[in-house]
């Protein structure tokens, strides 16, 4: 399972980053969120830590 970046909305504050409790979500080059979908456990944390809500489950 994986959670869905909107890259559109995401304004790279990482927030989301410390928010993973795996340490599933990183930030790549260009400052956009990027999530190891291996790695992601969908609990949702991120989501609920991205202020301009650009996080989303996916399914």
Known sequence: M???IDV???IGCG????GCPVGALS???D????C???TCIDCGSC???C???AISSEF
Not at 15 to 18: E, K, L, N, P, S
Not at 31 to 34: N, R
């Open 31 to 34: 400052g956009q969120s990027v």
């Open 15 to 18: 927030a989301c980053v410390g």
């Open 51 to 53: 202020p301009v809500g």
């Open 36 to 38: 190891d979908g291996d």
């Open 27 to 29: 930030m790549n080059d």
């Open 8 to 10: 559109d909305t995401c």
């Open 47 to 49: 989501i609920g830590t």
């Open 2 to 4: 994986a959670v869905k």
